[in-house]
């Protein structure tokens, strides 16, 4: 069972540099960015309403973060990327499982009990999928993975792993289930809004555990990476179906 355990020890960390850089931006990623689009898209006559603009407005939030990871944090990732073996793929698919197997206990245990909430973002996803599938399954598989991981597991979890790996842990999962439940504030209850950042902890568990494992942030982008391409996939096939059923 040691492969369940992962090692702190030679886990690559971002830079000081690229850290202070990390968390200054780590503010505008989580409020300041989205807060702007919200506002200046519709005053220069784009409202967020109709799809289209919408969808934009995703693409332009999700273009500008991967960009600004990519320059930040160009030597860690470089880096990290030639270190990155074979063998650790392996670890990632471990991590898909375990994140595959809580995740059916969570949905099973809100099932059984009859709480399963409405989770906007999602709601969102499969909306914006449906309409630009191409579009979309590149900001959700290869965009939002890095820009995510560099900020979550860059900036939050790696620089504690070596001393203090909890609270990256803590850190991490908070803001990450955070980030992804935050636009339904004011929309659901407490309590709706509580249920649906608890579905997100499981996956902010393990891309930290994939981080660790192999001492790589490109653990977590590559499990990041598959998760949400998987998940694309099933909606993608779900949508396909649903529009066959339709024709007869």
């Known amino acids: 069972m040691s492969w369940m355990f992962p090692r702190s020890s030679g886990i690559h960390a971002p830079e000081t540099r690229e ?3 990390g968390a200054l931006y780590l503010p505008v990623f989580l409020f300041f960015l989205n807060f702007a689009i919200l506002t200046y898209f519709p005053a220069l006559g784009f409202p967020l ?4 603009n919408y969808f934009f407005a995703n693409l332009l939030y999700m273009t ?3 960009a600004v990871m990519l320059l930040i944090f160009r030597r860690t990732l470089w880096q990290s990327l030639r270190e990155f ?9 471990i991590g898909f499982g375990m994140c595959y197997g809580a995740n059916l206990v ?8 009859d709480i399963m909430p409405e989770n906007y973002n999602q709601e ?12 979309m399954t590149l900001c959700t598989v290869v965009l939002a993975p890095l820009a995510e991981e560099c900020l ?4 939050l ?19 990450f289930s955070g980030i992804h439940v935050v636009n339904a504030i004011g929309i659901q209850s407490p309590v709706e809004l509580i249920l649906c950042f608890v579905q997100y902890v499981p996956l902010s568990l393990f891309l930290c555990w994939a981080c660790q494992k192999t001492r790589s942030i490109w653990g977590s982008i590559t499990l990041h990476a598959l998760i949400n391409g998987i998940s694309c996939l099933f909606m993608l096939l779900d949508s396909a179906a649903g529009q066959a059923g339709g024709l007869f």
């Open 19 to 21: 850290w202070i850089l």
């Open 106 to 113: 969570l949905t099973t245990a809100y099932t059984v009990l």
């Open 49 to 52: 309403t109709e799809p289209r």
């Open 124 to 135: 969102a996803v499969n909306s914006l999928l449906g309409g630009y599938p191409l579009a």
């Open 157 to 175: 979890f790696t620089p504690f792993c070596k001393k203090c790996p909890w609270v990256g842990y803590v850190l991490s999962v908070l803001l």
């Open 152 to 155: 979550f597991r860059g900036v």
């Open 64 to 66: 500008v973060n991967f």
């Open 85 to 93: 073996e074979g063998k650790m793929l392996l670890s990632v698919l």
